[in-house]
């Protein structure tokens, strides 16, 4: 996803998530009925309904745009665009998004929604990067441990067992920031797989959709209020870089 472009959202309508018409747009193309592909939602246009769609593989679950068309029943998938080049989105759910946020800091009149990992080596060059410069937002944290950061879990657990948001983005700036391996106590095996405790397995599962939801295809990835990515670079004033999803 390039950073910073200009979004259309379709707003006309709201979406379609009846269940009965969803079975009944579903029926209208093959595709749709497999069981590998979730019909989501649905908006309404003139012409065909813009779908919002889940695919799921052994390596998780991606969400995807589909265009049907309601007259001859073709389905295609992938990015619609405008006649001005502008890509059509489905709607994001703001619901998704912010239960997915893992804590909050700063008390800035500007949202700022951020999908990090603190294994990342791109997220720590943010963090160091929007030292200082902040001030005008209020940061919502949205931790993303990417799979092939066997550290990062641990990090994670250990963040979110601050008693307080503020106690958490401590936490994540001694990480970043300040190299600590707190965090290393809880690793009770390093050649298994880190087990989450319970509570936040289940926030990290909240995250895990709210980043998919947002589109996020890497860390770190920063979004507005309106949920529209920006570059962190025009946020704290230097070159973005972030690591890509596998």
């Known amino acids: 996803m390039i950073a910073g472009v200009m979004i259309t959202l379709i707003q006309a309508t709201e979406p379609i998530v009846n269940k009965t018409k969803l079975q009944e747009i579903k029926a209208e193309n093959k595709v749709l009925q497999s069981p590998s592909l979730h019909l989501v939602g649905a908006v309404d246009k003139p012409g065909n309904y813009l779908l919002k769609l889940e695919a799921k593989s052994p390596r998780g679950t991606q969400l995807l745009t589909g265009f ?85 879990p641990a990090m994670a657990e250990w963040i979110m067992q601050g008693k307080s948001d503020a106690e958490k983005k401590e936490r994540l700036s001694q990480i ?37 939801e947002l589109g996020a295809r890497g860390t770190p990835a920063t979004y507005d209020a309106s949920f529209t990515q920006v570059p962190w670079s025009s946020i704290v004033g230097a070159k973005p870089k972030k690591k890509r999803i596998r």
């Open 176 to 212: 970043t920031l300040k190299n600590s391996t707190e965090y290393r106590a809880l690793i009770i095996d390093a050649k298994k797989p880190f087990k989450y405790t319970s509570e936040t397995q289940e926030k990290v599962n909240r995250s895990q959709k709210a980043a998919r």
């Open 68 to 152: 049907l068309d309601k007259k001859t029943g073709e389905l295609h998938i992938g990015t619609g665009y405008e006649k001005d080049g502008k890509p059509i989105l489905f709607p994001k759910d703001a619901d998704i998004i912010k239960a997915g946020v893992s804590f909050s800091y700063g008390k800035g009149s500007k949202d700022l929604y951020l999908v990090t990992d603190p294994e990342c080596p791109y997220c720590i060059k943010f963090e160091k990067a929007a030292e200082g410069k902040l001030d005008d937002y209020t940061v919502h944290v949205i931790l993303y441990p990417l799979p092939f950061h066997k550290k990062a």
